[in-house]
């Protein structure tokens, strides 16, 4: 590990404000996936901001009905807090899926956000990564791509966003309240949070440089069945090859509201208005499904070894509509 230093940050604004005064900075969290970095020397911080003992560990009400999630609160304690649970299942759903119990303990909101992708090659410094070291190519593109991107990727990078709490968080409409080294907050809407890798595949969000989370606001709760399907190479401790999260509201056949948002197709939590639209359409029934499949996979490209995913993507997305008809 190359050598760095390091500060405890007692509140929001003075750790904001010591993130800003140096670019390579970064908060740590949980540090489940920053200290994995360092340690390959992926990531080289000259300096650390420990943001583990800010006050922002607090699941409360807005005021608009919804929910505010404080960013240093454990993915542990958000899949179990009751308010999750009963109104935004699909949420508790989905942080159930990732990793491991003790990995949960430790993950936090800001971080699971913020997490690097799985692409091998990113992982396994000598190799081209675009991602790692900007003009350098990309690996995967003519290596093994197994668990890469089908949708939303470009020549430079087909990488996807590994987060199973950040599609439920898509679905759910989600918005992520920051502070910048001025002090000064803002909100962004979970849609547009991720950039696309287009040129840029090391740019992943629309963060500025030492811009902290300091909380996830949810609005009023959904109605209807909340649902999380994740489909990967083991039962547990594995990241999604297709997963599909979910709130369906139904009549029998008729579906009178449904939102989808993916994971593992792409380089963010991949929602697609038009599927959304096809479900309520076509009621109810396989050719419903099938319309919302195309407008998911329109332009889908394979990559060789995740050609599967295509496939895969249209046969979760059936299960998971003949789920929400059994509920
Ligand atoms: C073996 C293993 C299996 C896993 N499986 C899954 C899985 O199946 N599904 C899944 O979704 N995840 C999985 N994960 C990833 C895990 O969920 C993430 O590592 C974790 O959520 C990151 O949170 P953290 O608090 O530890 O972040 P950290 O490692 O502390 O930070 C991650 C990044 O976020 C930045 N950051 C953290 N908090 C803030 C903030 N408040 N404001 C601004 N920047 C911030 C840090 O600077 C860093 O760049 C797995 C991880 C491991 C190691
Ligand atoms: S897919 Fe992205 S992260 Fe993976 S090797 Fe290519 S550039 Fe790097």
Redesign the pocket.
């Known amino acids: 590990m190359i050598p760095f230093t390091y500060e405890r940050a007692t509140d929001e604004a003075a750790a904001a404000r010591a993130a800003a005064g140096n670019s390579n900075t ?12 360092m340690k390959l020397q992926i ?1 080289k911080p000259q300096h650390l901001i420990d ?1 583990t003992h800010l006050p ?1 560990n607090r699941i409360g009400p807005t005021e608009q009905g919804g929910l505010r999630i404080g ?2 609160v454990r ?1 542990s304690d958000l899949a179990a807090d009751t308010r999750i649970r009963r109104d935004y299942a699909v949420l508790s759903r ?1 942080l159930l ?4 119990g003790q ?2 303990n ?11 992708t ?1 692409c091998y090659y990113f992982y396994t410094p000598g190799l081209p990564c675009n991602k790692r070291d900007p003009g350098s190519g990309c690996s995967a593109l003519l290596g093994f791509n197994r668990m890469h991107a089908i949708v939303g990727a470009s020549d430079q990078c087909i990488a996807v966003h ?5 599609v439920a968080m898509r679905v759910l409409d989600a918005q992520i309240e ?1 502070m910048n080294g001025e002090g000064k907050r803002r909100v962004i809407p979970i849609a547009d949070f991720y950039r696309l890798p287009g040129n840029t595949p090391h740019l992943e969000n629309n ?1 500025q440089a030492g ?4 909380s996830v606001t949810l609005p009023p709760p959904v109605r209807g069945v909340h649902l999380y399907r ?1 489909v ?1 190479d083991r039962a547990s ?4 090859l297709v997963s599909v999260a979910a709130v369906i509201e139904r009549s029998g056949d008729q579906i009178n509201n449904a939102r989808l948002a993916f994971g593992g197709l792409a380089p963010q939590p991949w929602r697609v208005p038009a599927a959304e639209q096809a479900l309520h359409e076509a009621p109810g029934t396989a050719v419903s499904a099938d319309r919302a499949a195309d407008a998911v996979l329109a332009g889908a490209t394979g990559h060789g070894h995740n050609n599967f995913k295509i496939d895969l993507t249209r046969r979760t997305l059936q299960a998971v509509l003949a789920a929400s008809q059994r509920a």
Do not use: C, H, V, W
């Open positions: 970064k908060f740590i969290a949980g540090g489940t996936n920053l200290l994995d970095l990531e943001i922002l960013a240093m993915n989905a899926a990732g990793a491991s990995l949960r430790m993950a936090t909101t800001g971080g699971n956000l913020l997490q690097r799985r590994p987060s199973d709490m950040a920051t963060l811009e902290l989370i300091t994740k990967r401790y594995a990241f999604a």
